[in-house]
């Protein structure tokens, strides 16, 4: 399965822009990148995935370089709300779905 | 849709005992996983069903867990008989399938404490 690394923890100031790398060198060719996020006191939540091109959604924007080996959560401008603990997951035919590894992921602080 | 439930929602038990969590899926979801976090070991991913079969349940710690999935809104996951290092949040999860580009939907958890 494909390995990634995360930074342990970030900071950011509220209105700001926050960008959360994750290094997935080992990532197979049919690797979808997911991102979830786990609130104090919940279940993780989805977040976006992609798999080459850069994604939007309403919670998030994903960047991914060009060949694969890492990517970038973007979180256009962070509240308070967005303080949770954020997974890097890559996700793809030949990993199955159901060993998808969650590994530590990174903690985001958003100050006031 | 309400969601992923889980319940109960806390449960207090004593070594020895026997403990059943349950899962109610997403209607029309496919697949369901059970997983359990721990601040030492993080989300780990015990075992997961595709259709009712369980497909993979090498995350499954020890002989003492058990999931069943008699149906397509229910689910269980036993342990018997409990011990203390089994305290920990354990949450179920469901998806359409297991493609990769499935979204899970996890549950709020339960949180165990084995006295």
């Known amino acids: 399965d494909a390995k990634t690394t995360q930074p342990n923890s970030m900071e950011s100031n509220e209105e700001e822009p926050v960008h959360l790398p994750c290094n997935h060198s080992?990532?197979?060719?049919?690797?979808?990148i997911h991102w979830y996020r786990q609130l104090p006191s919940q279940g993780p939540e989805y977040v976006i995935h992609?798999?080459?091109s850069n994604v939007n959604n309403r919670m998030a924007s994903l960047a991914i370089a060009e060949d694969r080996k890492s990517s970038t959560l973007i979180l256009h401008r962070a509240t308070l709300r967005d303080a949770a603990v954020y997974y890097c997951?890559?996700?793809?035919?030949?990993?199955?779905?159901?060993?998808?590894?969650f590994g530590d992921g990174t903690t985001l602080t958003v100050k006031p | 849709d309400a969601g992923v439930i889980q319940s109960p929602r806390h449960e207090v038990t004593e070594m020895g005992q026997e403990v059943t969590l349950r899962c109610k899926p997403i209607?029309?979801?496919?697949?369901l996983f059970w997983y359990r976090q721990t601040m030492m070991r993080g989300l780990e991913l015990l075992i997961y069903?595709?259709?009712?079969?369980?497909?993979?349940d090498s995350g499954m710690p020890e002989d003492r867990f058990s999931a069943k999935m008699p149906n397509a809104s229910f689910s269980t996951l036993k342990i018997q008989p409990s011990e203390p290092r089994d305290s920990a949040v354990y949450f179920c999860?469901?998806?359409?399938?297991?493609?990769?580009?499935?979204?899970?939907?996890f549950g709020p958890g339960t949180r165990l404490t084995v006295l």
């Open positions: 992609g798999l080459t």
């Open positions: 999860a469901s998806s359409l399938a297991t493609l990769p580009t499935d979204t899970q939907y």
């Open positions: 069903f595709n259709n009712n079969v369980p497909i993979d």
């Open positions: 080992t990532i197979s060719g049919t690797d979808y």
């Open positions: 209607s029309g979801h496919n697949s």
């Open positions: 997951i890559p996700i793809g035919y030949n990993t199955n779905a159901g060993k998808s590894t």
